[in-house]
């Protein structure tokens, strides 16, 4: 008789080759708390049945990924832009409110657009919601009603369908569509108007604080820093390339979901812009300075989220094309030719040779993952 | 079959007896222990009576020299030494019997210093070796020791038993003696009578009037007295009570005196605390008044010289604070600081010192003389202390704007400190929260990011500014605390220091008991003894015991002060001495806190 354990061939996968014994051992159990009748650095055959390869990889295409790095170049030519406004107030005495009146202009316009499309989509989603509750109230049978739970419709849910029916059949009669909308309300006019002027007056009061902040300090490490602080702003911004599933909007309604935007960028580049403005010569252009930089470095991109996430493609396009083109005609116009082929050949990296170089990489990602590594919680909404 | 060990302990004057004399042994025996006390001729014997009044005091034979007697045994002495021949299964341990006249006796465990009339309060100092002690509770070490106490005890009562020996056939004190005796009693109690009568309501009257609140106020920490906010009124409070506690000491000293064998038979542990006390007392008072003459002397004899260096002083410091500020507000020390932020704070503290120097300083400057006279007076009669507390009171008075500068400085960094900590966190997008005690990621409005950056940015630019002042009204505090310390610890030292336990120390140790000590002594021959000595106290036993008591003083004062309401421990006054402390005080600054150094007005 053979009493000597066992040392199990890694080549069968689940099967312990099982031997008519008179002691016969129980099969192995992946627990840490029963008592087995094996060695304590056992390792079972099975153990690595459970291994995975590259389950979270995704596999890009190029113009995916070109559409992708355009956002950094965008990125850089706001940041550029407001550079160049600075340069120009300071060094070439342009006068420094018809940049902020122009952009002023531009960001009312792209407030209203946001709020008009705001309203459009809300109205629409309220339309969809209705049309669909008045099909279920004609033809009740067609619907199943074996869904029937307490739990409020959470985030998760597959479809806004599946949520409005679960609405429908917990409330009894009257129902709620305005909280079943996923679409965002417009802001209050009044609101954003308040805000808007608070915020300017606190610039025209601060602004001779401002301006004479830096007096005392020299404009070498005033442009070191602020050096700095944009090479800083580039690293951490939120470039916000997926909208999936919606889901940055619509985790309002569960607070514990909520993925907290990142504005470390914004509060970097206004910090930068107060800096900058601190070395301007008089009260009105550091106040000019700043709203301008608020409006473009701290408004836009929110405004070109807004765009991407309604999917409004051409429009997008038109943004990041006119920017870009925009910023480069003045480096053209301003620093000459030298730098604007520079500045080029940066854009040039990153939206042509950057994709390609991200899918050369990929082929040697190889990401195992394993009974070892940490369980995920998988999160299961009704 | 093995005789169980005994140890004789000899006297060493009862050495090398004369040959020819018939002697008894008398002494005390302790279970296997025997103490020799005397020799009593054996023609006398008869007349004695051992028998004491006291039950457990009997003297004992114990055996005989040069003759022999049937029931007891005979000592021999060799003859180089003069010690007596001991059997195998003794030891003989010599000792130095006791002078109870000069206060000398031997003890276990030394004895407490405490020079303070305060009663120890029953709360233990934080004992770092507690494990170490209670390892100890388990083994038995405690019925050796007992044994060796009673024998300590009748050791010290050599002198008594003798005397009692002496006198206990015929009453033959001579007449005057007993007269003297008396008559010095009734001069110290009609003294202690009159003084009773007189002064200590005095003292009393007085301290109430010092420790009469001028301001009421519900908190008792804030409530005004005379003796809490000015050093010289605590420092005459302090001689008041001393005063005020004398003839209950000289009480404690006299009974403690005369019921000296009384205590010991009884087996409670007499020390020399109240004589100690008492001494000390009379010595610091007498110590403080000679120095006190000297230094009025000499305050009257160089009195225009130092009346001219106190005005110039006080003009060069004024000037010197002028300098400094002007210096802070033209980028000191190549810091380019914000120059409008500079300004204000600069003009602000120029308005202050300006203001100070018209009303304050130059009536002061004006009046020095006067006052360098009050206090010479104030030091012939009061001593040396009165001067130093009111250096330290002037010092107060004149540095005043110093410290309102510092602590404003303080309160502006604090805050600064705080918004920037706070606007920090909004920086990276966090939020503190107050409910949970910790730091949440918080989603902030566009409007209010907007702003706290700006402020935030504004912050950060104006920060070293107000660190400059800050930190330069920082280094004034400190020098004013290392001055002001330094003249507290002076005052401290000469108001409680334990004087008399020194001299004790340095003049006659024995009086001093720390424990015992058997000293193994041998001389040649195969018979060896051992000595029995008391251990002096050491100077760092002296120290630490005074330093308990000295605690404990403070925590009744520190308790006083607070009017009983909240439980105070030892902990409270380790708190208080560690103020001093540099770690703790740097921490202070880093953080903005306003710090100082130990309150001594409410310790002492």
């Known amino acids: 008789m053979d009493t000597e354990p066992v040392i199990p061939l890694p080549t069968s996968l689940s099967q312990v080759p099982d031997k008519p014994k008179k002691n016969k051992k129980q099969p192995w159990k992946k627990l840490l708390w029963y008592k087995q009748d094996y060695e304590d650095n056992y390792t079972d055959s099975s153990f690595l049945s459970q291994l995975k390869r590259n389950s979270t990889v995704v596999n890009y295409s190029y113009w995916k990924l070109f559409s992708d790095f355009t956002l950094i170049v965008l990125h850089l030519s706001v940041i550029m832009s407001v550079i160049l406004v600075f340069y120009g107030i300071y060094k070439l005495n342009w006068n420094p409110i018809v940049p902020t009146l122009v952009s002023s202009m531009l960001t009312a316009l792209g407030f209203i657009i946001y709020v008009i499309t705001l309203k459009i989509r809300r109205n629409r989603e309220l339309i969809n919601l209705q049309k669909l509750k008045i099909e279920q109230l004609i033809r009740p049978s067609r619907i199943p009603r074996f869904n029937i739970s307490r739990s409020r419709p959470t985030s998760r849910s597959s479809s806004p369908f599946q949520q409005s029916i679960d609405a429908i059949t917990t409330r009894d009669g009257t129902l709620d569509l305005e909280k079943l909308l996923v679409e965002p309300n417009p802001p209050d006019l009044f609101d954003t108007l308040k805000s808007a002027i608070l915020i300017l007056l606190t610039l025209l009061t601060f602004s001779p604080v401002l301006k004479s902040l830096t007096n005392s300090t020299a404009s070498d490490s005033i442009w070191a820093l602020s050096t700095w602080l944009c090479l800083l702003n580039v690293l951490f911004n939120d470039y916000a390339i997926d909208f999936s599933n919606a889901n940055r909007q619509h985790t309002d309604s569960n607070p514990d979901l909520q993925i907290p935007n990142s504005n470390l960028s914004k509060n970097i580049s206004l910090s930068n812009a107060i800096v900058l403005a601190s070395r301007l010569n008089s009260n009105l252009s550091a106040f000019c300075f700043i709203v301008f930089s608020i409006e473009v470095s701290g408004l836009l991109p929110v405004f ?53 170089y991200f899918i050369v990489l990929q082929k040697y990602k190889d990401e195992l993952q394993g009974p070892w590594d940490p369980a995920k919680p998988i999160f299961k909404s009704i | ?139 038995d070490s405690r019925p050796k020791l007992t044994n060796l106490k009673e024998v300590i005890k009748f050791i010290n009562l050599t002198e008594y038993s003798r005397y009692k020996l002496l006198h206990s056939g015929s009453n033959s004190r001579p007449l005057y003696s007993k007269l003297l005796g008396s008559l010095l009693n009734w001069i110290g109690s009609v003294v202690l009578a009159t003084y009773q009568t007189t002064i200590v309501p005095l003292c009393g009257l007085l301290i109430f009037i010092l420790n009469y609140p001028l301001w009421q106020h519900s908190d008792p920490e804030r409530t005004i007295t005379l003796s809490s906010s000015s050093f010289l009124f605590h420092q005459l409070n302090f001689r008041l009570k001393q005063f005020q506690y004398l003839p209950c000491q000289f009480l404690k000293l006299r009974n403690s005196m005369l019921e000296t064998e009384d205590l010991i038979i009884k087996g409670t542990k007499f020390s020399p605390g109240a004589y100690i006390k008492l001494y000390n007392t009379l010595w610091l008072i007498l110590n403080d008044l000679l120095l006190g003459i000297i230094t009025s002397t000499l305050l009257s004899k160089y009195h225009d010289q130092l009346h001219i260096g106190i005005n110039s002083t006080i003009i060069g410091f004024e000037s010197f604070l002028v300098n400094l500020i002007h210096w802070l507000m033209n980028s000191p020390a190549g810091f380019k600081l914000n120059n409008e932020l500079a300004e204000f704070f600069g003009e602000l503290i120029m308005w202050v010192l300006d203001f100070w120097n018209e009303f304050v300083l130059q009536y002061f400057t004006r009046n020095s003389s006067t006052v360098l006279k009050l206090v010479t007076v104030l030091t012939r009669f009061g001593g040396f202390n009165l001067l130093i507390a009111t250096i330290l009171d002037c010092l107060s008075i004149v540095t005043f704007h110093l410290h309102c500068f510092y602590f404003s400085s303080t309160r502006v960094f604090n805050w600064q400190s705080h918004i920037l900590r706070s606007l920090f966190r909004l920086f990276y997008g966090k939020k503190y929260n107050i409910l949970r005690n910790r730091i949440d990621s918080n989603n902030y409005e566009f409007d209010q990011l907007l702003f706290g950056i700006i402020i935030f940015t504004l912050l950060v630019y104006l920060l070293p500014t107000v660190v400059a002042f800050y930190l330069s009204f920082v280094s004034g505090r400190i020098v004013g605390m290392l001055i002001t310390t330094a003249l507290e610890f002076v005052l401290v030292t000469l108001n409680h220091l334990p004087i008399v336990a020194l001299l004790l120390k340095a003049k006659h140790k024995e009086r001093l008991p720390g424990g015992i000590v058997f000293e193994y002594e041998s001389n040649g021959s195969d018979a060896f003894c051992f000595k029995l000595m008391a251990r002096p106290l050491s100077l760092k036993e002296i120290f630490n015991s005074h330093i308990k008591s000295m605690l404990n003083f403070n925590l009744i004062n520190l308790q006083e002060s607070q009017g009983y309401r909240t439980k105070l421990g030892l902990a409270d006054v380790l708190d208080q001495w560690g103020r001093v402390s540099p770690i703790k005080i740097a921490r202070k600054i880093v953080l903005g806190e306003v710090f100082g150094s130990f309150d001594y007005k409410k310790l002492f």
């Open chain 2, 1 to 139: 079959m093995q005789k169980p060990i005994t140890s004789i302990f000899w006297p060493t004057d009862l050495l090398k007896p004369k040959p020819l004399d018939n002697l008894v042994v008398v002494g005390y025996k302790v279970d296997e222990k025997v103490v020799v006390i005397d020799f009593v001729q054996y023609s006398k014997f008869r007349k004695l009576n051992l028998k004491s009044n006291k039950p457990n005091l009997c003297l004992e034979i114990i055996g005989t020299v040069n003759f022999h007697h049937m029931n007891y045994r005979m000592f021999k002495f060799d003859t180089k030494f003069g010690k007596p021949v001991m059997e195998q299964n003794e030891n003989l341990i010599l000792f130095k019997p006791p002078l109870s006249r000069k206060l000398e006796y031997y003890s276990i465990k030394h004895i407490a210093v405490n020079i303070f009339w305060t009663e120890p309060v029953l709360d233990t100092i934080p004992d770092p070796e507690n494990t170490c002690t209670r390892l100890c509770l388990h083994f």
């Open chain 1, 304 to 356: 070109n989220n807004f765009t991407r996430h309604c999917q409004f493609w051409a429009f997008h396009w038109f943004q990041v094309f006119a920017i870009t083109t925009a910023v480069d005609y003045a480096i053209f116009k301003i620093f000459g030719l030298g730098w604007f082929l520079t500045w080029i050949s940066i854009h040039f990296l990153i939206v042509v040779v950057g994709p390609w």
